[in-house]
């Protein structure tokens, strides 16, 4: 089942956001001088969290490197990437440089060399060294998916950094449970009503049906709400 450092639940989404925000800040105050990685979800959950942070301007945007957890094989133009929305909503509104964006480039020959390219300047930032991202933001679909990691394609001893998945909707592009794992913080933001049902199945999954339950308790954050 899964196991979280701590749970965090609030009333209401917004009370939920303004508890990310405050440990969001703890932790790139802990980083020191260092550059912090940060690596964004898709999907519709992360959209009113990141127009708050968007807003907020005690973080302190120079120093983080922005990745992105999973994305689909298509156009960047598509309204169903995730790097165009984590783009309107948090990426053109803050004062960064196009140098902190690491994106999963869709326009290569084939989704493999996607992959490979992803998996290149994952390696290069970090120095050919082991792959520890500071903070990886999930979330979480009713299916209990993390990323682009499904039940069938959870590969619990993949030890790629980035994988390939096919589906009948899209081709997609994802980071590793391996990879995922490794990171030093997991924020797992699941708000919602809708989140409640897959929330109560994770926390009791003995027999790990769902990817969500392979999340390893080290450092690891549920925020959920009403």
């Known amino acids: 089942m899964a196991k979280f450092a701590k ?11 303004k508890k990310f925000i405050r440990l969001f800040e703890s932790k790139i105050r802990n980083i020191g001088k260092k550059r912090f990685s940060f690596v964004l979800t898709g999907g519709e959950s ?4 990141y127009k708050h942070l968007a807003k907020n301007k005690n973080i302190p945007w120079k120093k983080i490197d922005f990745f992105i957890g999973d994305e689909r094989y298509i156009n960047e133009n598509s309204k169903n990437s995730n790097i165009k929305m984590c783009k309107k909503y948090l ?6 440089s196009d140098n902190q964006i ?10 493999k060399n996607s992959v490979e ?3 290149i300047k994952i390696n290069k930032y970090f120095s050919n060294n082991k792959v520890v991202f500071d903070l990886i933001l999930l979330g979480i679909g009713k299916d209990g998916h993390i990323a682009s990691l499904f039940k069938n394609n959870i590969r619990k001893k993949n030890n790629k950094i980035v994988n390939y998945v096919e ?16 990171s ?27 990817p969500a339950s392979y999340l390893k308790k080290k450092n690891n954050f549920l925020f959920h709400c009403n």
């Open 117 to 119: 390219d992803y998996n």
């Open 7 to 17: 749970i965090i639940h609030q009333n209401n989404e917004i009370f939920l956001i």
């Open 184 to 210: 030093k913080s997991i924020f797992l933001w699941a708000p919602g009503k809708e989140k409640a049902e897959i929330i109560k199945k994770i926390l009791s999954d003995k027999k790990l049906k769902y």
């Open 46 to 49: 992360p959209i009113k969290l």
């Open 91 to 96: 990426l053109d509104k803050i004062n960064i």
């Open 102 to 111: 690491y994106k999963i480039s869709t326009n290569k020959k084939s989704i």
């Open 167 to 182: 589906r009948k909707d899209f081709m997609r592009i994802t980071l590793t449970l391996k990879c995922i794992n490794n």
